[in-house]
């Protein structure tokens, strides 16, 4: 594990040098993520300009409602384990895309270490540090906005146990891709299978309660992005969906090994590429 640790780092510090040979990329990548975020922020203020709150309803009765701030709490906080997935294994999208299609998935069978981790660490996004920030400036943001009531029942008893799972819902994210990108051991390319999947995440920067039965079990058991941003995010707010924290650790677990299990078997199944 200290070993891998260590290679990790040497991973980092290279690709931090290969960087600041194209520093312009760089600042364009970060830009562009910067105005992405903005214009989704922007277009959830004027929904929010509109009505006074997100509610959900049965039978013409509202039976919980969100306002613009608890909404823009669960937006920000769905970045912070995208972001740190982004930052350190984003590498993943490469193989679904061309290193098996070209046939350059060669070398990482070459070397004396884990192909998966190699593949893993071997790009540094620093531009994921833009979402980071931005995810945790809204939440800061949000919390300052919410009445005193909801930003005081705020506290480290709720923080902490969220923390802890962290790590567990950046393996969600992870697992995802690895899992998907896998499936190009058979098909050469399945970036576009991976990039439908990983999208599927943006359901999630909303309340899971807004959607029908089938969308809310798909992204809180099948692809369980929920699990990363709404539920540890209302935990936090409203001390609510506690259930969820040992279900992320369960549910990120059991798709870790499932990536695994599908890794494998693509590694085992891989012919290079032909001429």
């Not at 300052?144 to 009531?149: C, E, F, I, Q, T």
Request: charged letters at 15%; aromatic letters at 18%; glycine letters at 6%.
């Amino acid at each position: 594990m200290l070993k891998y640790l260590r290679l990790h780092k040497i991973f980092i510090k290279q690709y931090l040098k290969k960087l600041m040979e194209y520093k312009v990329d760089f600042l364009l990548g970060a830009i562009g993520f910067l105005l992405e975020q903005a214009v989704q922020i922007f277009c959830l203020g004027i929904i929010f300009s509109t009505i006074p709150a997100l509610c959900y309803a049965k039978d013409g009765v509202v039976l919980d409602s969100w306002s613009f701030n608890e909404v823009l709490f669960i937006y920000g906080f769905s970045l912070i384990p995208k972001g740190i997935d982004h930052l350190f294994f984003d590498n993943l999208w490469s193989l679904g895309y061309w290193l098996v299609d070209r046939g350059d998935f060669d070398k990482y069978l070459t070397r004396p270490i884990n192909p998966w981790f190699y593949v893993l660490c071997e790009k540094f996004c620093v531009d994921a540090m833009g979402e980071i920030i931005v995810g945790v400036a809204l939440i800061i943001y949000s919390t300052l906005s919410m009445p005193a009531d909801v930003s005081g029942a705020i506290n480290w008893w709720r923080v902490l146990p969220v923390i802890a799972v962290m790590p567990f819902a950046i393996m969600i994210f992870t697992s995802v891709k690895t899992g998907t990108a896998a499936i190009a051991f058979w098909t050469k390319r399945s970036g576009h299978i991976t990039h439908m999947c990983y999208m599927t995440n943006d359901f999630a920067k909303y309340p899971a309660k807004i959607y029908n039965g089938f969308i809310k079990t798909a992204i809180t058991y099948i692809l369980p992005f929920a699990l990363t941003a709404y539920y540890p995010a209302i935990f936090i707010l409203r001390g609510e969906a506690v259930w969820s924290l040992p279900v992320t650790v369960g549910v990120s677990v059991l798709l870790f090994i499932i990536s695994q299990f599908i890794w494998k078997k693509g590694v085992s199944a891989y012919e290079s590429a032909g001429s």
